[in-house]
Structure formats: C-alpha cells, structure tokens
C-alpha cells in the first residue's frame, strides 16, 4: 500500500500547493509513481497540472486528480493506494469532515509554516486537529511543519524565532508534532513553476536551480527519516 500524505493549513497562500509539488517532484525522480489528490476548493494543484499540459511540461511518474467529498477522497485512496508509492493530498484550507477524513487517512500531516503569526496559528490548529483524530481513532498520525518562504532578513523576525518555541510548547502539552530543521528559502524558481512548467526537478540545472534541488532532497530526506522512526517507535 502506498504512503498517504497530507499538506493541511487553514491559512490561504501558505504555501501548501508549492510544498506539495516540491516534494511529489522529487519522490517521482526517485522511481517513485505519486498521485496528488487535489481537495482544496481553490483547484491550484489542478490548475498548475493543467498548466503543465497546455505548456507540453507534464512530469512524468505524476498523477493529479480532484476529490473535493468525503466519499471521493475515500474513493480514490482505495482505488490508488495498490498502484502508487506515494499520495499527497492537498487539503482544503477550511476544517470540516473533508479535512477529517483526509487527515484520518493520512499516515503523516505536513503544515508550511511563513513567519507570520497567522501561518504559525494556522500550524497550531492543524496539530490540534491530528492531535483529536488520533486520541479519537486510537491513530498514530505524525505532524510535521515545514518552514517556508524563508529569507535571511526574515530570521530576524520575531515571528521567525517564535516558531521553534511554538512548536516545543505543543510538544510539551502532548501534541505529536515536531519542526523539521530543513527550511525553504524564497526561491524565484519556485514561484515559476507554478507557471506550468513542470516540477523543479524538470528545470535546466542552474546554480539557483541546483540550490533549490538540494533544498527539497534535503526536506524529503528529513520527511523519510522522521517517518522510519515513527514507525520503529511504533513497533
């Protein structure tokens, strides 16, 4: 059975779209075969595919399809789970049954974290929620917030350094989430791929491109390393 993630924000514009087409990029350069499930309202991950059609930049080992229902969601992870490694689903922004659902069948919830206090917020409510779905089900569903758009400026903020703080303060009050040390950087590439031209992994290797690359190898490296040892804890 293929593994089921999660991109989960209540805050619009923090960048879930962009997390999700990184990290699917990569796992399908890596042999993996990924289906993106698009629940979020909004359509960005259906618009930036059908982008990519139009612009002849389709990524190859990638699916997308829309499930915007409970049922559909359901549906469509049982239909795929046998015939893909990996399902990343972009969640809608809102909380509701959808999100439920998408989170209750996820083994692992990212949450892009800016440094804003609404995204840091936004973070927060997405724990919570994984936090009940598994005191609920008797689950074992891992959170995991992601920094994103970070710049060198930007760390001096004091929202930045909230963050870290933030999160530990979760953790102490029993919620199973934890901060990922690798960071994306505010990245021109990344906001041009969501023009339809495929994955970052599909762009000539510049030296911002490359920078980006090892950007997201490192992530989905830390994202696998979090999710072994959750399992091995598991056992």
């Excluded at 087409?21 to 499930?37: H, N, P, Q, S």
């Excluded at 008797?138 to 959170?143: F, N, Q, T």
């Excluded at 919620?175 to 791929?193: C, G, H, K, M, S």
Aim: net charge negative.
């Amino acid at each position: 059975m293929g593994r089921i993630y999660a991109a989960v924000s209540s805050k619009g514009g923090a960048g879930k779209t962009t997390l999700v087409t990184l990290i699917a990029g990569e796992y399908a350069l890596r042999g993996g075969r990924v289906l993106l499930i698009d629940a979020d309202g909004r359509l960005n991950l259906t618009g930036w595919w059908k982008l990519c059609h139009s612009k002849e930049n389709v990524p190859e080992n990638i699916d997308v399809v829309i499930a915007a229902s409970h049922r559909s969601i359901e549906a469509e992870i049982l239909r795929s789970s046998v015939s893909f490694d990996v399902i990343i689903i972009d969640a809608p922004g809102v909380d509701s049954t959808v999100q439920e659902t998408i989170i209750g069948s996820s083994e692992l919830v990212l949450s892009p974290i800016q440094p804003g206090i609404k995204e840091i917020e936004a973070a927060g409510q997405a724990a919570a929620s994984v936090n009940e779905i598994n005191d609920r089900g008797g689950l074992d569903i891992m959170h995991l917030n992601v920094r994103t758009r970070i710049t060198v400026p930007g760390r001096n903020l004091e929202a930045y350094r909230y963050v870290r703080p933030f999160v530990a303060g979760l953790q102490e009050a029993g919620y199973q989430t934890a901060l990922l040390d690798t960071e994306l950087f505010e990245r021109n590439v990344y906001r041009e791929i969501q023009n339809g031209l495929g994955t970052l992994q599909m762009q000539e290797l510049t030296d911002p491109v490359r920078k980006a690359r090892l950007e997201v190898q490192t992530l989905v490296d830390e994202i696998e390393s979090k999710r072994g040892g959750q399992k091995g804890a598991a056992r």
